[in-house]
């Protein structure tokens, strides 16, 4: 709007306030009233044509309004802004066309508000692609007449400041002050777009970096998932291992094999290992108990045979086994021994009396 009422003030605007000198205020105001009314609704016009929704359900049919609208508004302010400068000028006349524009434009801002009268339906949103494709290819090229107005206005400036003429050196404070002001905006403009450039790259920076972390602690924590199932796994068949070897030396303690050990010395299995291994050396000892005891009470039950046979006897070969034997024989005031046996028979020593069998007998002579 700014670009378009500086080059209109360059050209129509500026020269109709320096000829209407000497009229009253409100004459004046209304003669500009007009025309510079005619260039902000060309300038919305075009904001109409340019303007771009944020809305991302913004239907077909609703921006088909806007572009509907934007022409009407260019074509009446176009015919308007001719009859105008043909007023000023004073060549006015009797046109049809110049009704025609304004009747058109009329009638197809009209047209606008019956096309964005309709609801958005639901289905019309399966269109935004469609209506992005017709943004890039219709409006796209539209936006070109943003920099080229640019472009004309510094033309303009250019003229008015080489110019020598005492008309263009009148309207020049207003039109340099108007063109530097539009000039500053654009420069605002364009420093927030790389401003929010900036940010929005050191967003993504920001995001990467976070990403970047991720992944790092990611990776660290497969790694220690890896670590782990490989540990688990090697416990797991360190454990299978054990349990088979255990089976095996529990087997063989059924079949009867004492003498088998489990030969684990570290691990989760090692006090079960050591308990087994404890369970058979008591087998074995309990086993070798009973084997004495059985001995023991073979060679008493001879013994006792050989008493009833009546004195004097002879002790029988398995007495030798048992040094123990020796002080039953003496108990029993065995005087006489038999001449076979006498010179075979050595003087049976007092042997230190073992504390498992001497309990044993005990009990058995009570």
């Known amino acids: 709007m700014g670009t378009f009422w500086s080059i209109a003030w360059y050209y129509f605007l500026g020269k109709l306030a320096q000829t209407t000198t000497g009229m009253m205020i409100l004459a004046k105001v ?7 009314s005619d260039t902000i609704l060309l300038s919305y016009s075009l904001f109409l044509l340019l303007h771009r929704s944020e809305e991302g359900d913004r239907s077909l049919r609703w921006r088909a309004s806007q572009l509907v609208a934007g022409v009407g508004l260019s074509v009446f302010v176009v015919a ?20 025609l524009g304004r009747f058109l434009g ?36 539209l936006r070109g007449i943003f920099y080229s107005s640019l472009v004309w206005l510094f033309v303009v400036a250019i003229q008015n400041i080489v110019a020598r003429d005492s008309l263009q050196q009148a309207i020049r404070p207003v039109l340099l002050l108007s063109a530097l002001t539009v000039f500053g905006l ?16 050191r967003e993504h920076m920001r995001v990467a970096q976070q990403q970047a972390k991720a992944l790092e602690h990611l990776a660290q924590a497969k790694r220690y998932i890896e670590d782990q199932s490989q540990q688990i796994a090697e416990q797991k068949t360190e454990l299978e291992r054990g349990i088979e070897h255990l089976r095996n030396v529990q087997a063989s303690l059924a079949n009867g094999d004492f ?14 290992a050591a308990n087994l291994n404890l ?19 073979k060679t008493l039950a001879e013994l006792s045979d050989a008493i009833d046979q009546g004195m004097p006897f002879d002790i029988p070969e398995s007495c030798y086994d048992f040094p123990e034997m020796s002080q039953l024989v003496a108990a029993l005031r065995v005087q006489e021994l038999s001449s076979e046996t006498a010179g075979r028979m050595p003087a049976m020593p007092s042997a230190p009396v073992n504390r498992a069998t001497d309990g044993w007998l005990g009990r058995e002579r009570t």
């Open 30 to 36: 209304l003669i500009l009233y007009y025309p510079a």
């Open 259 to 272: 003498h088998a050990r489990a030969t684990l010395t570290h691990g989760t299995l090692w006090p079960l």
């Open 279 to 297: 369970m058979a050396d008591r087998l074995a000892r309990t086993l070798q108990d009973t084997q004495y005891a059985q001995h023991l009470l």
């Open 186 to 201: 654009v420069m605002v403009w364009q420093l927030a777009l790389i401003e929010r450039q900036i940010g929005t790259i």
């Open 80 to 99: 308007d802004f001719l009859f105008h400068l043909q007023q000023q000028a004073g060549t006015a006349v009797e046109s049809p066309w110049i009704d």
């Open 106 to 141: 009329l009638i197809t801002i009209g047209i606008a508000a019956c096309v964005g009268r309709f609801p958005r339906e639901r289905g019309e949103r399966q269109q935004r692609r469609s209506e992005e494709d017709l943004r890039n290819h219709l409006l796209n090229p």
